[in-house]
């Protein structure tokens, strides 16, 4: 049995081997996330407010994009839980 990667697919692990998150965007990962657990689980998993108090996709995104310490703790439950 071979496995046949796309030029693409080759492309992208030749380029970041060690990274499981690459070509994972950061809404697929939210999106994820959000419909296994819920926003009021993930305010548990992970203390950060724009899981807690008034959530929503869009405001949460935004403040992942801005907020390295906790984009990284986001990505890191997205790895445990796939």
Same mark, same amino acid.
């Given at each position: ?23 994972? =965007? ?8 959000? @419909? #296994?657990?819920?926003?009021?689980? &993930?305010?548990? +998993? ?15 995104? =935004? ?8 984009? @990284? #703790?986001?990505?890191?439950?997205? &790895?445990?839980? +796939?």
């Amino acid at each position: 049995m071979t496995c046949l990667l796309t030029r693409v697919e080759y492309d992208m692990s030749k380029n970041q081997p060690n990274n499981p998150l690459h070509g994972i =965007k950061l809404i697929e990962i939210l999106e994820f996330l959000i @419909e #296994k657990y819920g926003f009021e689980e &993930l305010g548990e +998993i992970i203390n950060i407010n724009c899981f807690k108090s008034n959530p929503t996709f869009k405001s949460s995104l =935004k403040f992942l994009r801005t907020t390295p310490w906790a984009r @990284e #703790k986001v990505e890191q439950l997205y &790895l445990d839980s +796939i």
